[in-house]
């Protein structure tokens, strides 16, 4: 248990449907992530925000949309995805971001194993 | 953009020593990471470097050597439960980049 909740752990949808996956970290962090994992892939960062600001958009598809409305809750918003987004997408929390010390340590959530048909 | 190059595959017998190798090149530097990560789970955190040198803590240690851009991570004592993928990861910017990941197979 890493203080870090993620729900759902799974989620099956269409190509045509809208879902939201939700993270919350009750470390009391300042700095929430979204990754993305593929089979075989590095873990890939798609979003990263501080103090509640968007600080970071990997260059992400527009069919993906992070909400953050305070430091301890984050959402991912789906819509029109593609077979090719299935993957396991994994939220983290950190104490700060660029601080050079251990305060940087993000602390990951479970993860959403998501199925696009 | 950001290169971190890690094995991909290493199998250990119960109770040897197993060093993870990580060599990177990245614009900037503001740490190291290792992660475990079990299948099916999430990356927990293992050991954060940021000087060069050894950090240990208890059966894992971790190395850093900023000149050459490179890590290692010393497994001691295996056990089976320390089978499971060992993510490197560096810190640059606001971002970690990652790895693919050393995937550990520890035999009796």
């Known amino acids: 248990e890493t203080g870090v909740t993620q729900t759902p752990r799974h989620l099956v949808m269409g190509m045509t449907n809208k879902k939201s996956l939700k993270c919350e970290q009750h470390?009391?962090?300042?700095?929430m992530y979204w990754y993305k994992q593929s089979a075989k892939k590095p873990l890939e960062l798609m979003f990263v925000?501080?103090?509640?600001?968007?600080?970071e958009n990997n260059s992400v598809p527009s069919r993906f949309s992070p909400e953050c409305p305070n430091s301890s809750h984050l959402f991912l918003h789906l819509h029109t995805l593609q077979p090719e987004d299935s993957a396991l997408y994994l939220c983290?929390?950190?104490?700060?971001?660029?601080?050079?010390?251990?305060?940087?340590?993000?602390?990951f959530g479970p993860g959403t194993r998501l199925t696009v048909l | 953009g950001q290169n971190i190059d890690q094995p991909t595959e290493m199998t250990a017998t119960e109770g040897a020593i197993v060093q993870i190798n990580c060599t990177y090149q990245?614009?900037?530097?503001?740490?190291l990471f290792w992660y475990q990560q079990h299948a099916g789970e999430a990356p927990t955190f293992l050991s954060y470097n940021v000087l060069d040198g050894l950090e240990e803590k208890g059966r894992f240690s971790s190395f850093l050597s900023r000149s050459k851009g490179y890590s290692y991570l010393l497994l001691k004592e295996l056990q089976m439960k320390d089978s499971a993928s060992y993510l490197c990861a560096v810190a640059t910017d606001y971002k970690l980049s990652f790895g693919a990941g050393t995937t550990v197979t520890v035999r009796a």
């Open positions: 925000y501080n103090f509640k600001e968007q600080t």
């Open positions: 470390l009391g962090h300042n700095a």
């Open positions: 983290a929390s950190s104490q700060e971001i660029l601080a050079g010390s251990s305060t940087d340590t993000q602390y």
């Open positions: 990245t614009s900037g530097f503001n740490g």
